[in-house]
């Protein structure tokens, strides 16, 4: 069967499960075992926490993958990475800043993995007296092993040399051995009302490369890469970055010195959150469009193949960040309901 015949019945699974679900009492996490989801299916619910499971990546052999899952169970409350099977079941470890609740709220985030080497975004805030942004944030390197055995590659907030300030960054992706991209973010806390929570608005600002093979990084801005607001990267043979800009409906992709358009979602929505595998794009377009913000959850999922477009999912979720799988066989993405906590589905494509 091809992509884009399954597609079809990925499609056509997706009317259907719309048409006939009914909202029951959510399953606990031990409700499923080791192996598989708790409902398999050519689209499956991988989690069922009530807090929030986000940004999955894959482990570089397929056989598991890797997302950032909220503590419940600790006071702290911490966003530890939780290692999973490819196929869904149990989280067979988690990997946290410390073992048990302290004084801080840690944030594992932004994995990328490439050979035994996992870089990563941590970050960590007082827990009782929280400022409005992280007290100290860095990207780092380390064994997918140990993540906490980790080098700092750059501490965050930090000014480059042709004058760019990034207050925080995204969309973390290997090109190679020693070598990362990365979107450079500018913060801001705006609150709605004199007396209102502050929100956190987060907007891309550029694409940066990142030499790490020395004791220090060596930073450069990627041209044409201004305002991106998502990024992956295909390393087979010729590097290709693809990316999207803030508030466009183009997928770019930049292979050595040149930049074209990959397609076009036009009358569909501006496009955010995408990845790239052998030729197929997934891609979030839609949703809360704008700048990133703390209530942003995201839009509809579509999958493009041979310049064509078609929608997958349940249409009443709000998608964010899929990650194909090395062999472009499955998708996890992360999704949002009507409850305050985003989960984790398995498409399995072919």
Not at 51 to 80: H, I, K, N, S
Not at 179 to 206: H, K, N, Q, S
């Amino acid at each position: 069967m091809t992509l884009r015949s399954h597609l079809r019945n990925v499609v056509g699974l997706t009317i259907a499960l719309t048409a006939g679900c009914e909202h029951s009492e959510p399953f606990r996490s031990e409700d499923y075992g080791a192996d598989g989801p708790l409902t398999p299916g050519p689209i499956a619910q991988l989690t069922f926490s009530p807090g929030q499971d986000l940004t999955p990546a894959w482990l570089p052999d397929g056989a598991a993958f890797v997302f950032t899952a909220e503590r419940l169970d600790r006071a702290d409350r911490d966003r530890c990475f939780a290692f999973m099977p490819a196929a869904g079941g149990s989280i067979s470890r988690y990997a946290c800043r410390t073992t048990a609740a302290d004084d801080t709220i840690n944030v594992f985030e932004e994995a990328t993995m490439l050979g035994d080497s996992i870089a990563y975004v941590r970050a960590g805030t007082e827990r009782f007296l929280p400022g409005l942004g992280p007290d100290r944030q860095d990207l780092v390197v380390a064994p997918t092993a140990d993540p906490n055995a980790a080098r700092v590659v750059q501490r965050i907030p930090f000014t480059t040399a042709w004058g760019a300030t990034y207050d925080m960054i995204s969309h973390v992706a290997w090109l190679g051995p020693g070598r990362l991209a990365f979107i450079g973010e500018r913060v801001t806390y705006p609150r709605a009302c004199g007396g209102c929570v502050a929100d956190t608005v987060r907007v891309g600002l550029g694409v940066v490369i990142a030499d790490i093979t020395g004791p220090a990084p060596v930073l450069t801005r990627m041209p044409d890469g201004d305002s991106a607001s998502s990024l992956a990267v295909n390393a087979g043979g010729i590097i290709v970055i693809y990316f999207t800009r803030n508030g466009d409906t183009r997928v770019f992709r930049r292979a050595g010195s040149q930049t074209d358009t990959l397609f076009d979602f036009g009358a569909a929505g501006v496009v955010r959150d995408i990845a790239v595998n052998s030729g197929t794009c997934a891609a979030v377009v839609g949703g809360a469009v704008g700048s990133a913000t703390s209530s942003d959850r995201g839009g509809a999922l579509f999958l493009v193949e041979g310049g064509v477009a078609a929608q997958v999912g349940d249409p009443t979720l709000l998608y964010r960040r899929p990650a194909f799988s090395p062999d472009g066989n499955r998708l996890i993405v992360s999704a949002w309901n009507s409850a305050p906590s985003a989960d984790l589905w398995l498409f399995q494509l072919r």
